[in-house]
Every structure is written in structure tokens, then in C-alpha cells.
């Protein structure tokens, strides 16, 4: 039973992560229609910007990660801008181009940082918390409650302001939204920063759980990619149950089949979405293909 | 003036016959191939310069890149320079096999590379068809296994590694009961089998044999099984990120038990992705204990601080190593490459930084390792 519950906090910590990262695929394809195959990449300069305001600059962690979040944002901001002549016109070539950031980025983050890597230490000294034996990371309770925190804000966002809102009508129907005076592409462009920057704070909290290097993206992209389809791509609620499914599916998969884990988490993943193709929370979304 | 049709087609066409001619070439037949006595010496270095292993390639860039520099600072082979190309292979075996492809339509006298031990052996049957000498800083025993005449190891394979290891531990230290976590990549699993090898020639049966996948990044699991049955000793054969992570998350769980392994635990890269604190103590085997070991390795290690401003470690070194034995060799040879060089290659005795190099005929130079003991964040020699 110990090694179940165990599993099971392990898996939700990573869990949070995916979250967060499909937080970001979800939010760009809710509002554009468009899968951002850059978002894992994203991740990764998240955590690389974070790490050096923390590691070098010695900023207080909490601050890098809200620097980090500023400047992938921007970036975010700069991919749209470029992106949006093709909006409307050339659906297929919006995401090849998203494809080729996600390639541009990788190579930058290698000029920039390096080939090496770098391990970031965790900003909680406390040593773990132990329950009758189970033992849980004091970090790994913060991840979950900042990524709590920031689903609710994210859904306050969409649903209280009135820039949330408008991106919910150009969601729904761009044309109409047009004709009412909302601008498609300011819509766009704050989707697009507003996910970048969720993958900021994805890659800047999995600094101290993982290791941060150029590659970064590729995996936390795949994990976070299935987990907002699992839950329904578009959906927001759906991405958080997605990300935390897939993270404990991954460490339940790990104990039981070690060697073929990843197989397995995907093997589960496709019956999965056999059955429910629209993924658990069934998110209907916009589709301008 | 626009160009008219004509005069672009057979621009365009004499282009293409220019390109096939050289397509065309058969390997090593062209001036650099190595059978020449003019012109640069090619000589390939493939590494993951991107990916979760780079910094084992971007380490044995550096190591090569100075045994290169060196020799041709000394004024290379009667003058000629050996020049080295770079690809990254990414850690990928079908992306080594494509580059196998390219250095060996290349000229490409011989190939550094490359650190990992599943690209080295998808690579090594076309750099075996075509003569390549080639060698590598995997330690897979399957490597040896293949029996390629032009493959070599610049330090030593998992067997001797873990058998090293294995006979410190049980025989040394007394330790009885061992718990193994290894991944299913072609460096785990050859120190899956070495050190499994290593217990049952000791009449040792581990707690928990686990394996993992090399990209996994949470061991909860595996690790509070291992917990629950406390073993002296947990073994680590993974590469050094994933070794950190699991690490990390041991001694999180509160598993008190010592870590052991090889060389992946005596980098930097171990150390820091798990903290100083948590790999205190770690036993790893290894050829190259420190830089202040010998007077080769502290004129090494300052060559390397002057060049990257940088600490050397194992990998640079053992890149150093290989690349120097490669241009010894070359020498002797006059510059020749294929076959004779291979021969050239193990018939050379080098006194490098990680031993005395003599080859076998599976390609292993290095018979031997050291014992080493994690003590305050650096690696010392165990008493």
C-alpha cells in the first residue's frame, strides 16, 4: 500500500508539470484552432531563463520564474506576430511554422546555454515531509499548489474579464467577433503569450525536479501534448485532469512494467481516446482547418 | 543581362555533374582519404552535441579537440594537419547511422566517438564495411562482442568496470545485500548484465533488480520497493542525469543505502542534478580518479582549464586519450588509413591519462579501474 500511495505523490508532482503544459497547448488551440508544436520548447526556455535569473543572477527563485514567465510571454507575442499573416489563409503552414520555432528554439537554447545542461537546486532546503512513512518533498507541494493556483486564474481570467471573454467569442466565432469590434489578432496574440508563459512556469518549477538542458522540451512537450488531449483539447478543467492522469499513469506504469512503461502509458492513452475521442471532458473547440 | 533558359540549364546541369562526379567517388578514394601524402588528415567526431547527452559529447568534443590541436601545433604529420568535423549524432542510433553513411562516403581517415554505446553499435557495421577505424566511449561489452576489427574502446567495458566494483564491495567492505536499478539503453543494459555477473560469481542475488527507461523522470516507485527491503548497497547503472535524478529521489524517500556505480557517478553532472549532499559517499568505479593523479593528468587538466576554462573530467579525458592513440598510430602509419591503421592501432602502446593502453583483439586497451569515494562534493581515492 506504502509503495502505491508513494507512486502516487510521485506521479502527481509530475503530474502538475504536464498540467501546466497542457495548460498552454489548450489555451492556444481554444482561442486559434491552432496546436503549438513550439510549446514544449517553450518549456524548456522557461527553464533555462528561470534557472539563470535564479542561478547566476541569484534572484530569489519566485522572481526569476515571474521574469521567466515576462520574457517567454514576449516570445509568445513575437511566434503569433509572425504566424498571423498565414491566419485564415494557410492553417497547414501555421503549424509546420510552429514546428520549425520549436527547432529554432532548441538550437538557440544550444548557443546560448550550451550543450551541457545544468542542474538547478531547489529553492526549499526543508527536508521532506514524512507521513507514517510516506515521505513527500516540501517542493513537491508547492508545484501542486502553484499549479492549482494558477488553473484558477487562468479560469478567472477567461471567464470574469473582458478580454477573457472576447477570446472566448473569437474562440467560438471569429467572424462574429470581428463584426463586433473584437480584434482577432490582439485575441491571438494574448492566447499565445498567455501559454508561453504557462510553459515558463512549467519548465521553471521542473528546474529543481528534473535537469535543465536543451532537450527538455521534447519530453515534457510529448507528456503535456497527450494529457490536454486525454482531457479534452481545448478544455481547461480537462487539461489539469489530463496532466495529473498521465503523470500518475506514468509512475503506476514505471513500478509495474518498468522497462516498457513508456509503452504502456501510450498503449492506455490510445484505448483511451478510442473510446472517448474527444477526451474526457469531450471539449468541442474551434477548428478553422 | 537575365541569363537566357539555355544558359541556366546548363549551368544547372554542369552543377549536377559536378555533384554526382564527387557522389560517385569511391570511399577513401579521393586526396584526403588518408592514402594520400598531401592535404589535411580527416577526422570525424561524432558526439549528441544536443539532447540529454550532450554534455558527455560536448566533454569529448573538448578532449579530442585539444589532442588534435596539439599535434598539429607540434607541426602535425610532416607538416600536415589533421582537421576534425563534428556531427551530432543526438544520442540517437538511426541518426548515427545516417552520419555512419557520411563519414564514410566522406574520406574520413578515422572516427572519434562516439560516448554512446547504442549509437557505437549501430554505427559500427558500415564503418566495418568501409575500414573505418572508429572509437568509442561506450562500454557495452556487446561492443566487443561484434568483433569488428577496426573498433576500439578508449577506456575500459562494463565487465571490468563492475567487476572492479562488485569485488571492492562484497570483498572489500563486506556489504551483503545489493539492490540494482539500470535502464533499458544500450549502456544500462550491458551494466545490468556486467554487474549482475559480477553478484552471481559471488554467490549474490540482488533485493530488487528494477529497470527503468532512459527517459524516465520520477522513481517513486521502484525506489520505495527498494525501501521496504533496506539493501546495504543500490547500484546505479544508468547514464549521470538520470543517475542524479535517482539519486536525488533515494535519499528523499529516506533510502539509507550506499550508491554505487560506474563512470557516470564520477562526473559533475551526477553530483550537482542530485546535490553534494545527497551522493556523499557514492562508490564509483572508474579509470580516472582525479586531476591531480599523475604528472599527465595535471598538465592535462591545465591545458583544458587554459582551453575551456573548465575542470577536466573522465569523458574529456578518455576523448584525449583515444584521439592521441589514433594519432600516434597515424603516424606510424604515414598518414594511411583502413586496415593498416586498424592493425597501427593495436599494435600501439600508450601511456594515457586513464592507464596503460594495450589493445585485444575485441578492441579494449584498458584492463583496469580505480576505486573511488564521493567525499565532500569530489571524488578522492578509497582507502
Not at chain 1, 479560469?155 to 467577433?177: E, H, I, N
Not at chain 1, 492522469?245 to 513500478?255: E, K
Not at chain 2, 562516403?105 to 549509437?119: N, R
Request: proline residues 3%; glycine residues 12%; charged residues 15%.
Amino acid at each position: 500500500m506504502q509503495v502505491q500511495l508513494q507512486t502516487l505523490i510521485g506521479g502527481l508532482t509530475l503530474g502538475a508539470i504536464y498540467a501546466l503544459v497542457a495548460l498552454g497547448f489548450s489555451l492556444v488551440y481554444r482561442t486559434m484552432g491552432l496546436v503549438n508544436f513550439a510549446n514544449g520548447q517553450i518549456v524548456m526556455i522557461g527553464a533555462y531563463t528561470a534557472s539563470t535569473f535564479y542561478m547566476t543572477a541569484k534572484l530569489p527563485f519566485a522572481v526569476a520564474i515571474v521574469i521567466a514567465v515576462v520574457i517567454t510571454g514576449a516570445l509568445g507575442l513575437v511566434i503569433e506576430r509572425v504566424l498571423r499573416p498565414l491566419e485564415g489563409r494557410d492553417f497547414d503552414l501555421m503549424l509546420i511554422g510552429t514546428i520549425g520555432f520549436g527547432v529554432m528554439l532548441e538550437a538557440l537554447a544550444t548557443i546560448i546555454w550550451g550543450a551541457t545542461g545544468r542542474a538547478v537546486p531547489s529553492p526549499l532546503k526543508a527536508a521532506p515531509i514524512d507521513v507514517g512513512g510516506l515521505r513527500i518533498r516540501t517542493y513537491s507541494i508547492v508545484v501542486l499548489i502553484v499549479a492549482a493556483l494558477a488553473t484558477i486564474a487562468l479560469v478567472a481570467f477567461l471567464q470574469r474579464t473582458k478580454l477573457g471573454s472576447a477570446m472566448q467569442a473569437v474562440a467560438m466565432d471569429p467572424d462574429a467577433a470581428t463584426a463586433v469590434g473584437i480584434h482577432v489578432g490582439r485575441s491571438n496574440a494574448i492566447a499565445f503569450a498567455v501559454g508561453a508563459g504557462l510553459a515558463a512556469l512549467a519548465g521553471g518549477l521542473a528546474g529543481p525536479l528534473l535537469y535543465v538542458n536543451a532537450s527538455l522540451g521534447g519530453s515534457l512537450g510529448i507528456k503535456g501534448f497527450a494529457a490536454a488531449i486525454l482531457g479534452g483539447f481545448g478544455n481547461i478543467q480537462g487539461a489539469i485532469v489530463g496532466g495529473l492522469a498521465i503523470g500518475v499513469l506514468d509512475s503506476f506504469a514505471a513500478g509495474q512494467f518498468e522497462g516498457y512503461s513508456e509503452l504502456v502509458v501510450f498503449v492506455v492513452f490510445t484505448v483511451v481516446i478510442m473510446i472517448l475521442p474527444t477526451g474526457i471532458f469531450g471539449e468541442r473547440t474551434v477548428n478553422r482547418a | 543581362m537575365i541569363p537566357s533558359t539555355k544558359t541556366v540549364l546548363a549551368v544547372a546541369a554542369s552543377a549536377l555533374l559536378l555533384v554526382a562526379s564527387g557522389a560517385c567517388s569511391a570511399p577513401g578514394s579521393d586526396e584526403a582519404s588518408g592514402g594520400s601524402d598531401s592535404g589535411p588528415i580527416k577526422f570525424a567526431l561524432v558526439d549528441a552535441q544536443s539532447g540529454q547527452l550532450s554534455s558527455l559529447g560536448a566533454w569529448e568534443l573538448k578532449g579530442a579537440k585539444l589532442a588534435v590541436n596539439e599535434f598539429n601545433e607540434a607541426g602535425g604529420l610532416d607538416g600536415r594537419k589533421v582537421e576534425l568535423t563534428v556531427f551530432d549524432d543526438q544520442g540517437d542510433p538511426t541518426t548515427g547511422t545516417s552520419i555512419a553513411s557520411k563519414v564514410t562516403a566522406g574520406g574520413y581517415t578515422a572516427m572519434i566517438g562516439t560516448a554512446e554505446s547504442a549509437v557505437t553499435l549501430a554505427m559500427n557495421p558500415i564503418l566495418k564495411a568501409a575500414k573505418v577505424p572508429s572509437i568509442t566511449s561506450g562500454q557495452s561489452p556487446a561492443i566487443s562482442k561484434l568483433g569488428s576489427p577496426f573498433q576500439f574502446f578508449n577506456g575500459p567495458t562494463s565487465v571490468t568496470y563492475d567487476e572492479t566494483l562488485a569485488k571492492y564491495l562484497v570483498e572489500d567492505k563486506g556489504y551483503k545485500t545489493f539492490a540494482m536499478i539500470s535502464n533499458n539503453g544500450g549502456y544500462g543494459t550491458g551494466e545490468h548484465d556486467a554487474f549482475k555477473a559480477a553478484l552471481s560469481s559471488r554467490n549474490i542475488t540482488p533485493t530488487d533488480d528494477k529497470v527503468v527507461t532512459t527517459d524516465q523522470k520520477d522513481f517513486s516507485s521502484v525506489l520505495t520497493s527498494i525501501r521496504g527491503k533496506n539493501p546495504d548497497v543500490l547500484f546505479i547503472g544508468t547514464e549521470e542525469v538520470e543517475a542524479g535524478l535517482i539519486a536525488k529521489q533515494a535519499r528523499e524517500l529516506g533510502l539509507k543505502s550506499v550508491f554505487a556505480g560506474a563512470a557516470p557517478l564520477s562526473t559533475p553532472v551526477y553530483a550537482q542534478t542530485a546535490g553534494n549532499a545527497n551522493v556523499e559517499g557514492t562508490i564509483v568505479s572508474t579509470p580516472y580518479l582525479s586531476n591531480d593523479a599523475t604528472d599527465a593528468s595535471k598538465k592535462f587538466a591545465a591545458a583544458y582549464k587554459a582551453a575551456y576554462n573548465e575542470e577536466a573530467e573522465l569523458h574529456g579525458a578518455k576523448a584525449y586519450d583515444g584521439t592521441n592513440i589514433f594519432l600516434t598510430a597515424l603516424k606510424a602509419t604515414n598518414g594511411e588509413g583502413g586496415q593498416k591503421l586498424a592493425d597501427q592501432i593495436r599494435a600501439t602502446k600508450y601511456a594515457g591519462l586513464l592507464g596503460s593502453f594495450a589493445y585485444d583483439d575485441q578492441g579494449v586497451g584498458i584492463h583496469e579501474t580505480k576505486i573511488g569515494l564521493i567525499k565532500s562534493g569530489a571524488l578522492t581515492a578509497a582507502q
